[in-house]
Protein backbone atom coordinates (compact mmCIF):
# COMPACT_ATOMS: atom_id res chain seq x y z
CA UNK A 1 0.00 0.00 0.00
CA UNK A 2 1.48 3.50 -1.19
CA UNK A 3 2.14 5.92 2.26
CA UNK A 4 -0.79 8.14 0.67
CA UNK A 5 -3.49 5.60 0.43
CA UNK A 6 -2.22 4.25 4.02
CA UNK A 7 -3.03 8.12 5.29
CA UNK A 8 -5.99 7.97 4.18
CA UNK A 9 -7.09 4.74 5.28
CA UNK A 10 -5.59 5.99 8.78
CA UNK A 11 -7.84 9.08 8.61
CA UNK A 12 -11.09 7.47 8.52
CA UNK A 13 -10.44 5.46 11.01
CA UNK A 14 -9.47 8.49 13.39
CA UNK A 15 -12.97 9.95 12.27
CA UNK A 16 -14.84 6.54 12.78
CA UNK A 17 -13.54 6.24 15.78
CA UNK A 18 -14.05 9.90 16.87
CA UNK A 19 -17.46 9.99 15.64
CA UNK A 20 -18.35 6.66 18.18
CA UNK A 21 -16.64 8.07 21.00
CA UNK A 22 -19.17 10.82 20.63
CA UNK A 23 -21.80 8.66 19.59
CA UNK A 24 -21.22 6.48 23.23
CA UNK A 25 -20.66 9.57 25.04
CA UNK A 26 -24.26 11.25 23.95
CA UNK A 27 -25.59 7.76 24.65
CA UNK A 28 -24.53 7.62 28.35
CA UNK A 29 -25.76 10.83 29.17
CA UNK A 30 -29.05 10.24 27.85
CA UNK A 31 -28.90 7.19 29.89
CA UNK A 32 -28.11 8.77 33.06
CA UNK A 33 -30.30 12.17 32.06
CA UNK A 34 -33.49 12.33 34.54
CA UNK A 35 -35.39 13.81 31.74
CA UNK A 36 -34.12 11.44 29.05
CA UNK A 37 -32.78 14.00 26.82
CA UNK A 38 -28.70 16.27 26.77
CA UNK A 39 -28.78 18.82 28.37
CA UNK A 40 -27.67 21.20 25.45
CA UNK A 41 -31.36 20.01 23.78
CA UNK A 42 -32.71 20.32 27.34
CA UNK A 43 -31.92 24.08 27.58
CA UNK A 44 -32.71 24.55 24.15
CA UNK A 45 -36.00 23.15 24.93
CA UNK A 46 -36.73 25.87 28.00
CA UNK A 47 -35.12 29.07 26.10
CA UNK A 48 -37.95 27.99 23.17
CA UNK A 49 -40.98 27.40 25.60
CA UNK A 50 -40.08 30.37 27.05
CA UNK A 51 -39.64 32.48 23.63
CA UNK A 52 -42.57 30.86 22.34
CA UNK A 53 -44.88 32.25 25.77
CA UNK A 54 -43.11 35.89 25.38
CA UNK A 55 -44.27 35.78 22.23
CA UNK A 56 -47.88 35.50 22.61
CA UNK A 57 -47.61 37.50 25.62
CA UNK A 58 -46.22 40.28 22.94
CA UNK A 59 -48.95 39.31 20.43
CA UNK A 60 -51.95 40.19 23.31
CA UNK A 61 -50.42 43.52 24.43
CA UNK A 62 -49.67 44.42 20.83
CA UNK A 63 -53.08 43.96 19.70
CA UNK A 64 -54.34 45.37 22.72
CA UNK A 65 -52.69 48.81 22.45
CA UNK A 66 -53.82 49.17 18.80
CA UNK A 67 -57.46 48.58 18.91
CA UNK A 68 -58.30 52.68 17.60
CA UNK A 69 -58.70 53.64 14.49
CA UNK A 70 -55.21 52.95 12.97
CA UNK A 71 -53.90 54.45 9.42
CA UNK A 72 -52.91 51.72 6.58
CA UNK A 73 -49.66 52.16 7.65
CA UNK A 74 -50.13 51.26 11.29
CA UNK A 75 -52.23 48.15 9.56
CA UNK A 76 -49.56 47.05 7.45
CA UNK A 77 -47.25 47.46 10.52
CA UNK A 78 -49.55 45.35 12.74
CA UNK A 79 -50.04 42.97 9.91
CA UNK A 80 -46.17 42.55 9.81
CA UNK A 81 -45.66 41.95 13.36
CA UNK A 82 -48.59 39.81 13.32
CA UNK A 83 -46.52 37.27 10.74
CA UNK A 84 -43.35 37.68 12.71
CA UNK A 85 -45.31 36.45 15.36
CA UNK A 86 -47.16 33.54 13.79
CA UNK A 87 -43.90 32.36 11.99
CA UNK A 88 -41.55 32.57 15.43
CA UNK A 89 -44.21 30.65 16.95
CA UNK A 90 -44.72 28.13 14.63
CA UNK A 91 -41.06 27.44 14.44
CA UNK A 92 -40.79 27.31 18.24
CA UNK A 93 -43.44 24.82 17.91
CA UNK A 94 -41.44 22.91 15.45
CA UNK A 95 -38.52 22.78 17.39
CA UNK A 96 -39.96 21.58 20.51
CA UNK A 97 -41.68 18.71 18.66
CA UNK A 98 -38.36 17.77 17.29
CA UNK A 99 -36.27 17.75 20.36
CA UNK A 100 -39.63 15.69 22.50
CA UNK A 101 -38.56 13.19 19.40
CA UNK A 102 -35.17 13.46 20.71
CA UNK A 103 -35.95 12.21 23.90
CA UNK A 104 -35.43 8.59 25.62
CA UNK A 105 -38.34 7.36 27.26
CA UNK A 106 -38.61 5.19 30.21
CA UNK A 107 -38.88 1.55 29.80
CA UNK A 108 -37.16 -1.47 29.28
CA UNK A 109 -34.03 -1.53 26.86
CA UNK A 110 -32.97 2.24 27.87
CA UNK A 111 -29.83 1.31 27.27
CA UNK A 112 -30.62 0.35 22.97
CA UNK A 113 -32.96 3.27 23.28
CA UNK A 114 -30.40 5.66 24.66
CA UNK A 115 -27.88 4.83 21.26
CA UNK A 116 -30.82 4.90 19.08
CA UNK A 117 -31.27 8.70 20.05
CA UNK A 118 -27.96 9.73 20.56
CA UNK A 119 -27.66 8.52 16.77
CA UNK A 120 -30.75 10.72 15.92
CA UNK A 121 -29.01 12.96 17.80
CA UNK A 122 -26.36 13.32 15.43
CA UNK A 123 -28.41 12.76 12.45
CA UNK A 124 -30.64 15.61 13.32
CA UNK A 125 -27.73 18.21 14.54
CA UNK A 126 -27.85 20.16 11.31
CA UNK A 127 -31.73 20.83 11.04
CA UNK A 128 -31.82 21.56 14.48
CA UNK A 129 -28.96 24.31 14.56
CA UNK A 130 -31.22 25.67 11.21
CA UNK A 131 -34.02 26.00 13.62
CA UNK A 132 -32.28 26.90 16.17
CA UNK A 133 -30.31 29.76 13.62
CA UNK A 134 -33.90 30.55 12.15
CA UNK A 135 -35.96 31.20 15.58
CA UNK A 136 -33.15 33.86 16.77
CA UNK A 137 -33.67 36.00 13.64
CA UNK A 138 -37.32 35.82 14.68
CA UNK A 139 -35.84 36.93 17.84
CA UNK A 140 -34.08 39.85 16.64
CA UNK A 141 -36.87 41.28 14.23
CA UNK A 142 -39.43 41.04 17.36
CA UNK A 143 -36.85 42.90 19.79
CA UNK A 144 -36.04 45.36 16.59
CA UNK A 145 -39.54 45.99 16.29
CA UNK A 146 -40.78 46.16 20.23
CA UNK A 147 -37.31 48.78 20.64
CA UNK A 148 -38.93 50.71 17.69
CA UNK A 149 -42.55 51.09 19.84
CA UNK A 150 -40.91 51.46 22.21
CA UNK A 151 -39.03 54.56 21.25
CA UNK A 152 -42.02 55.79 18.86
CA UNK A 153 -44.43 55.79 21.91
CA UNK A 154 -41.60 57.60 24.00
CA UNK A 155 -41.60 60.61 20.72
CA UNK A 156 -45.14 60.75 20.59
CA UNK A 157 -45.47 61.00 24.76
CA UNK A 158 -42.44 63.86 24.77
CA UNK A 159 -44.32 65.72 21.94
CA UNK A 160 -47.11 66.27 24.05
Known amino acids: ?40 NNELELVTTDLRCLITKLRKSYSAGNDAESSSEDVQQRTSFERLCDEAAT ?12 KVKDGKQRI ?11 WSKN ?6 RRLLSFREALET ?3 FSIRYAAAIFVSR
Open 91 to 102: LAEELIVRLNKL
Open 145 to 147: RVL
Open 112 to 122: WRSLKEAVETA
Open 1 to 40: MDPLTALSVAGTIVQFVDFGAKLLSQAAELYKSPVGTLRS
Open 127 to 132: EVADMK
